[in-house]
């Protein structure tokens, strides 16, 4: 039998109301020693608690019984008053009944093992409440709602309707079945690594939903980046001189724009120099650049091509900044700003919105919100490229290989192989969820 435990649900702190959770077999006695009495599930009641003599608070409490909880298990919340002294005699009257302090993610853990959401849905919930954008928030909505679940579940379909035929033909040799069974998996199995390539090509649009879309702006020295940065962050985020050179290393800050998270970068200047700072600091922003999902080229009045060109690329934003000390860019060829008047800025902004709303955005679903799904996808792909190549002259060795893929799209739900990865899903979470 399980042990009961308790967290804190809200946070730590003064507050209005404190929620302290419960979960676990002996939820009813410790409602029971703190004087609650067991309510009717499901019906917020006032109580008085009381432990050892000594009134603790007057609460709200709402029972759940299993199976019809978050975990599964009988579940209670305290609904306390939010000073700090009163959470704490209410858990150190918890501790003294027999219940232990919860760990991170230990709730939402017992749910998916008491089969109330498979992984997926489990860490739809960290990334609800790590949410701090529209974008991140509908995505965890969907992904909670199981769309990423149904996505792998539709892999696995066509990967078992190919192991049947596979594995008909190793059973059942000397029955009256078609010649070359294993053989007519090849389509299916074709079709199955068309999808797979597809997701995999598609697979960093979740992650940048869920950890930033990387912006970042290159440049000669003194092109001036970082007053466009200071102006796109809108705080005095990196020095500003006219002395070229003076950013020698990543500024990074984080905006929200259209709705996304994006991470903005400031680097230092694109020369050769002997100042070994400043090199680092060049090197650092190459790095920077060609990792970068967006680059914004920023050019000052008369500024040449010069090395920044190199990291271009052909939908990259081209930027001619100061405009307020030159003539504005030729039509059609970028967009023309100054941090000092703002001119462009509005214009600038609105851009980088549509860019980030058009490479993050899209019809379905994806298919990858996390490093652990595109292991899991790269890892299947490997098996059925594998067995597509054994169908023809060793089906046993086919069938092998399907399983193995078949296991990698099951663990990212969580059906198989589930404890080896239990602590990297579970390690992210809040106390008390």
């Not at 539709?154 to 059942?172: H, K, S, T, W, Y």
């Not at 120099?273 to 650092?284: F, L, N």
Request: hydrophobic share 45%; net charge negative.
């Amino acid at each position: 039998m399980t042990d009961t435990l308790f967290a804190l649900a809200t946070p730590p702190g003064r507050g209005a109301i404190a929620v302290i959770r419960l979960s676990g077999p002996g939820v009813g006695a410790a409602l029971e020693g703190l004087g609650a009495g067991r309510p009717e599930p499901r019906r917020a009641v006032l109580r008085r608690l009381r432990h050892e003599g000594e009134v603790l608070d007057e609460a709200l409490v709402l029972r759940f019984v299993a199976p019809h909880s978050y975990t599964g298990e009988d579940v209670a919340e305290l609904h306390l008053h939010g000073g700090r002294a009163v959470v704490e005699a209410v858990s150190a009257a918890l501790l003294e009944l027999g219940l232990r302090p919860a760990e991170a993610g230990e709730f939402t853990r017992r749910a998916f093992q008491n089969g109330r959401m498979d992984l997926t849905r489990a860490e739809a919930v960290a990334d609800l409440i790590d949410a701090e954008t529209a974008a991140q928030a509908r995505q965890a909505l969907g992904q909670l709602d199981g769309a990423l679940a149904r996505t792998y579940a539709g892999f696995r379909a066509g990967l078992l309707r190919a192991l049947a035929l596979v594995e008909a033909e190793i059973d059942f040799p000397d029955e009256d079945m078609p010649d070359q069974l294993a053989q007519q998996a090849g389509p299916e199995l074709d079709a199955l690594t068309v999808a797979l390539d597809a997701a995999l090509s598609d697979a960093g649009r979740g992650e940048r939903v869920r950890d930033g879309y990387r912006a970042v702006l290159i440049g000669e020295t003194n092109a001036g980046k970082s007053a466009l940065f200071n102006a796109l962050v809108e705080r005095e985020a990196a020095i500003v001189t006219a002395i070229p050179g003076t950013t020698r290393d990543v500024l990074d800050a984080e905006l929200e724009i259209g709705g996304y998270r994006v991470r903005l970068s400031d680097t230092a200047g694109l020369r050769d120099s002997d100042d070994p700072v400043e090199a680092e600091g060049v090197r650092r922003a190459r790095a920077r650049a060609e990792a970068a999902d967006l680059r914004l080229w920023v050019r000052g009045p008369g500024d040449p091509a010069g090395a920044a060109a190199a990291y271009v690329r052909p939908d990259d934003l081209v930027v001619f900044s100061k405009a307020d000390l030159a003539a504005t860019a030729p039509v059609g060829q970028g967009f023309s700003v100054s941090a000092a008047t703002g001119e462009g800025l509005e214009v600038l902004r609105a851009a980088l919105a549509d860019r980030v709303a058009r490479d993050l955005a899209g019809a379905d679903f994806p298919p990858v919100t996390r490093a652990r799904h595109r292991r899991r996808l790269e890892a299947a792909r490997i098996a059925v490229l594998a067995a597509r190549c054994h169908l023809a002259d060793a089906p046993e060795l086919a069938g092998d290989d399907l399983r193995r893929a078949a296991d990698a799209l099951a663990a990212v739900t969580g059906e198989v192989g589930v404890e080896d990865i239990l602590g990297e899903v579970f390690s992210s979470f809040c106390i008390g969820k």
